[in-house]
């Protein structure tokens, strides 16, 4: 419902918005609109969507999100205007008006929906030309900071995210934030102290020792592709991240009994971590392909165990190589 001193923002040519004040009693606003205020965003229904099968005005997405729905497109339909009684279904294409925090608020529910593409990241990304410029200016900096070892890596790091912020770089500190994945940086925060208990307990010894006993005979190769093997049996069944800040200290400690150096053991200790293919809560990306695509468990077996033996032998036969003993 419209009612007295209602601003509205029009999207119109020359002539059609002459005919409209004419035929009116509106009246044009003499300060400009800033197109930053308000933008277009296009999303999409994902298959799981808690607003399929309602109306517009069933999900309220004016009072919910803040956002108008300006016109909306089904599957493999042309696109149309919006009825209050038009019914979402799944892959429907909605085109939506309204602020950037709206909009963000959006595409938070990554459950609902998926925002696939913003008019406004056009229209900031040609208007932030400098910033952009500068933002890569400080990622250079803070990678030759790091690269070089000028200054402890921690340090580079931050100093580049307090440029970032002080010269504008970040729109927002919120989004910011929301990027962040809390998960991996609790995560390690729980799982450092457990690495300092195993080796305050002796459990650290106790692997490293048990390692040496068997195949340290062999050679330090047998060593090294048996921490291979011990990293890649426990990524499959918990985090990658997890495994490798347990047995870090397995692979330093082994290799300082063994007088060898411990970079090929402790590389040998990331690669395997992080090439968990076998299972679907090895990694939180097999898990959300295994929903999306509908595999099996048996599916990641079959398909993860073969790729897992070939990068094994291939990262055996290179890491001696490029990290020599």
Same mark, same amino acid.
């Given at each position: ?15 059609? *918005? $002459?005919?409209?004040?004419? +035929? !009116? /009693? =509106? ?7 800033? #197109?930053?205020?308000?933008? %277009? ?74 925002? *696939? $593409?913003?008019?406004?990241? +056009? !229209? /900031? =990304? ?7 410029? #500068?933002?890569?200016?400080? %990622? ?74 068997? *195949? ?7 060593? =090294? ?101």
């Amino acid at each position: 419902m419209l009612e007295g001193e209602d601003i509205l923002l029009i999207y119109a040519e020359d002539e059609a *918005l $002459k005919k409209l004040l004419a +035929e !009116t /009693d =509106l009246e044009l606003e003499q300060q400009a609109y800033q #197109i930053e205020q308000g933008h %277009l965003a296009e999303v999409i229904l994902t298959p799981r969507s808690r607003l399929l099968n309602q109306t517009i005005t069933q999900v309220q997405f004016r009072e919910k999100y803040g956002l108008t729905v300006l016109a909306m497109k089904h599957q493999f339909k042309e696109a149309i205007k919006t009825k209050a009684n038009e019914k979402l279904l799944y892959g429907d294409s909605i085109l939506v008006h309204g602020k950037w925090k709206d909009i963000n608020l959006l595409s938070a529910e990554k459950n609902d929906t998926v925002v *696939l $593409k913003s008019a406004a990241e +056009e !229209t /900031d =990304l040609a208007h932030q030309t400098n910033r952009s410029l #500068i933002a890569g200016i400080i %990622l250079i900096g803070m990678l030759l900071f790091m690269v070089f070892e000028w200054l402890p890596a921690v340090v580079s790091i931050v100093i580049a995210a307090v440029l970032m912020i002080f010269t504008g770089c970040v729109r927002q500190t919120d989004q910011a934030y929301s990027s962040i994945n809390w998960q991996t940086v609790i995560l390690i925060a729980c799982m450092l102290p457990m690495a300092t208990a195993l080796e305050n307990t002796g459990g650290v010894t106790f692997m490293s020792e048990g390692l040496i006993s068997m *195949l340290g005979g062999v050679g330090p190769i047998a060593v =090294l592709i048996g921490l291979y093997a011990i990293t890649s049996a426990f990524s499959q069944f918990i985090s990658n991240t997890a495994t490798a800040v347990l047995l870090f200290p397995v692979a330093i400690l082994t290799a300082e009994q063994m007088s060898v150096s411990p970079v090929p053991m402790v590389m040998a200790v990331a690669f395997s971590a992080s090439m968990a293919f076998a299972t679907p809560v090895a990694t939180p990306p097999n898990a959300m392909v295994m929903a999306a695509g509908k595999y099996t468990f048996l599916d990641f077996v079959r398909v993860g165990i073969p790729l897992q033996i070939l990068i094994a032998i291939v990262a055996v036969l290179l890491l001696p190589l490029f990290f020599p003993f």
